[in-house]
């Protein structure tokens, strides 16, 4: 007797849904955000199109950041894109220890 291998995956997808609050940005808090950037890109300020921007936590989620207009911003996706990758590889990337100078030989 065997198990169709799909209902795991499920289980887990809808026991993460109990965290606190919403990732994404509800619609009244992205027409805040929109209002208050007056329909352009936090970034490069350019103009915005409904259903081209991207909505952004200014602390991200996953340190802690609610979803709501004062923690969110909207970008273009050109800048939302690079500001992801740069996230990441600062998060990828350890903290640099200052190289030594001092010989080796004297201890
Ligand atoms: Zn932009």
């Known amino acids: 007797m ?19 609050g919403k990732r994404n ?4 808090v992205k027409g805040k955000i929109w209002d208050r950037q007056r329909g352009r890109c936090d970034e ?4 915005l199109k409904h259903d081209q921007v991207d909505f ?11 979803s709501t207009a004062e923690n969110g911003r909207a970008l273009c996706s050109g ?8 996230q990441n590889s ?4 350890k903290p640099k220890k200052p190289k030594s100078t001092w010989p080796k030989l004297f201890g």
Do not use: N, Q
């Open 90 to 93: 600062e998060r990828a990337a």
């Open 79 to 86: 800048c939302h894109a690079k500001i992801s990758r740069k």
């Open 2 to 20: 065997s198990f169709p291998k799909i209902v795991a995956p499920k289980l887990f997808a809808t026991s993460k849904s109990k965290k606190k």
């Open 44 to 47: 490069c300020d350019k103009e």
């Open 56 to 66: 952004d936590h200014i602390k991200p989620w996953s340190e802690g950041g609610p």
């Open 25 to 28: 940005f509800s619609t009244p």
